[in-house]
C-alpha cells in the first residue's frame, strides 16, 4: 500500500525532504510506491526544462510549473525514505517536445526510483472535461497513448489510469499494448459523495469493490502485466466529511488494501493532498480522504504534517507483508474479515477487521505448538470520531510511530482474543 498525490504537489514545492517531517512520515509506513498524477497533471500541469523559463504569458490553463529541480527534490525524498514512484506526463494538452524532455530527465534524475511514467490522468473523463472532443473513445485514447509511448520511449509505462473500473480501456490497452507497459493502472474510489459509515462498513462493500476491477486484474494477468489501483480511496469529489477523515475509514482502509493483495493486485495507492486537513486544498476542493494533511497554513507551509486516521489503517495493513496469504476458514455472523499471511520471515501473521459495534470474542485455530504471540490492536473512540490509535500509540509530531505490541499465547493450537467494537488487530505468530 502506497500514496498517491497531485502532479502539483511537485510544483508547489511540497514532497521537501529539507522540510517539515513527509520524510519521517513515509519513513513510518515502510518503502513503498508514491505516484505522482491526479487531474491537476493534464489540467493545469506545464512542464519546464531546464534552463528555460515558462513562457510569457502562460496559456491560460497553466496553473502549476514543474521543473527538473522539483524531480531533484522528490529523488532526494525517494532515496531518504526508500520508496519508489510513478510519475505522470501530461498528455490531456500534448506537447511531445516538453514530454520527451521530462521523460529524459525523469530518466535521468529518477533513475532506478522511477517505476513508470504514467501517459495522463483519467482519459476517459477528457471529453467531459474538454481535453477532447466528444466521443472520445478508445481508438483515439490508444492513438493518443501511443503518441506518449513513442516518447517516453521504452517499456516502463503504466495505464491507463482510468477514473472508473468498468471501462474496457484498461483490458484494451493491456491486450493491445502490453509489451510496452510496466502495469496496468487503473483508480477507484469505494463510492461517490453519497458515502456513510454505514455503507463503506457494510458486509458486501469491500466483496463490490473486488467484483468491480476482477475483469481489469484478469486482463492484467492474462497479458503477464502487474496491476496497481494506482489511485484509491473512500469517496471520489475529495471524499466526504464525517466518512472519509474519520476512524471509519481507518478500517475500511485495511480491508481494502489486504482484500485487494490477496486478490492478485501489485499494489493501491491512497490519494491525498498536503493542505489544510478540511480546508479545501487546491481549485476549491476539500480533500476530506488525505491520509496526510496540515493542522494550519503555518504547518502546510513548513510542510509539518499530521495523520488522519486512513493513514493508521494503511500502516496496519502493511504490518502483514511481504508474504503470502495462506487460505482462512471464518465462522462468524458477525461484521469481521479475517486474513493470513506466511511472511518472508518465516512468522505467520493474521489480521482481523471488526466492524460491528459489541466486541467479539475471537479463537483462532491455528495448530502447531504452544507458543508466544504479539498483538497490534487499532482502535478509535468512534467510527465518525477522528482519534485512533494502535495499542494506544499515535504518530508523534516528528512522525515517529512505535506502538508496543501485546503479548498472546498460542495454547493447545488455539489463541483467544477479544476484539473490540470496531477495531482492528494484527496478530504474529
Ligand atoms: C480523481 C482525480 C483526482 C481527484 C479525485 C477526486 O484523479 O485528482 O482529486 O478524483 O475526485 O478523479 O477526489
Redesign the pocket.
Given at each position: 500500500m502506497g500514496l498517491s498525490f497531485?502532479m502539483r504537489e511537485l510544483g508547489i514545492g511540497n514532497l521537501d525532504p529539507a522540510k517539515g517531517n513527509m520524510t519521517q512520515l513515509m519513513r513510518t509506513l515502510g518503502p513503498s510506491n508514491l505516484r505522482i498524477g491526479?487531474?491537476?497533471l493534464d489540467r493545469d500541469t506545464l512542464w519546464i526544462p531546464a534552463g528555460q523559463t515558462p513562457p510569457d504569458p502562460k496559456p491560460a490553463w497553466v496553473e502549476d510549473i514543474v521543473t527538473p529541480a522539483d524531480l531533484k527534490r522528490l529523488r532526494a525524498l525517494l532515496d531518504a525514505t526508500g520508496w519508489k514512484t510513478e510519475v505522470g506526463v501530461n498528455v490531456g494538452r500534448w506537447d511531445p517536445a516538453r514530454a520527451a524532455d521530462q521523460v529524459r530527465a525523469m530518466d535521468r534524475i529518477l533513475g532506478k526510483r522511477l517505476v513508470a511514467v504514467e501517459c495522463g490522468?483519467?482519459p476517459d473523463q477528457w471529453a467531459g472535461k474538454a481535453l477532447r472532443p466528444a466521443g472520445f473513445d478508445y481508438p483515439q485514447y490508444h492513438a493518443d497513448w501511443s503518441a506518449c509511448a513513442d516518447v517516453v520511449g521504452h517499456d516502463r509505462i503504466a495505464g491507463p489510469d482510468t477514473?472508473g473500473t468498468s471501462s474496457s480501456w484498461a483490458a484494451s490497452l493491456a491486450a493491445d499494448e502490453h509489451d510496452r507497459m510496466a502495469m496496468l493502472t487503473v483508480?477507484q474510489y469505494a463510492s461517490g459523495p453519497d458515502i456513510t459509515i454505514d455503507r463503506m462498513l457494510a458486509p458486501g462493500q469491500i466483496a463490490a469493490q473486488l467484483n468491480s476491477v476482477a475483469g481489469n486484474l484478469a486482463a492484467a494477468t492474462a497479458n503477464g502485466l502487474p496491476m496497481r489501483v494506482d489511485?484509491a480511496n473512500s469517496a471520489?469529489?475529495?471524499?466526504v466529511d464525517g466518512v472519509s477523515n474519520k476512524y471509519a475509514s481507518a478500517l475500511w482502509v485495511i480491508d481494502y488494501g489486504l482484500s485487494m493483495a490477496q486478490a492478485g493486485m501489485a499494489g493501491v495507492n491512497i490519494?491525498g493532498g498536503l493542505g489544510v486537513c478540511n480546508d479545501p486544498i487546491w481549485n476549491g476542493?476539500f480533500q476530506r480522504y488525505t491520509p496526510i494533511c496540515a493542522s494550519s497554513k503555518a504547518y502546510e507551509l513548513a510542510q509539518h504534517y499530521r495523520v488522519m486516521p486512513i493513514y493508521y489503517g494503511i500502516w496496519m495493513a502493511r504490518q502483514m507483508g511481504p508474504g503470502r496469504f495462506l487460505p482462512v476458514t471464518l465462522n462468524t455472523n458477525n461484521n469481521i474479515s479475517a486474513y493470513a499471511v506466511r511472511g518472508d520471515d518465516g512468522r505467520t501473521r493474521i489480521a482481523l477487521v471488526q466492524k460491528d459495534a459489541a466486541p467479539v470474542e475471537v479463537t483462532l485455530t491455528v495448530g502447531g505448538r504452544d507458543r508466544a504471540a504479539s498483538v497490534l490492536a487499532m482502535t478509535g473512540t468512534a467510527l465518525d470520531q477522528e482519534t485512533t490509535a494502535v495499542q494506544g500509540a499515535t504518530v508523534d509530531a516528528s512522525g515517529h510511530f512505535r506502538p508496543v505490541p501485546s503479548k498472546a499465547r498460542v495454547a493447545g493450537g488455539t489463541l483467544t482474543l477479544t476484539v473490540a467494537a470496531g477495531s482492528a488487530v494484527v496478530v504474529t505468530l
Open positions: 497531485e491526479g487531474n491537476t490522468n483519467e477514473a483508480h489511485e471520489y469529489s475529495g471524499g490519494h476542493k
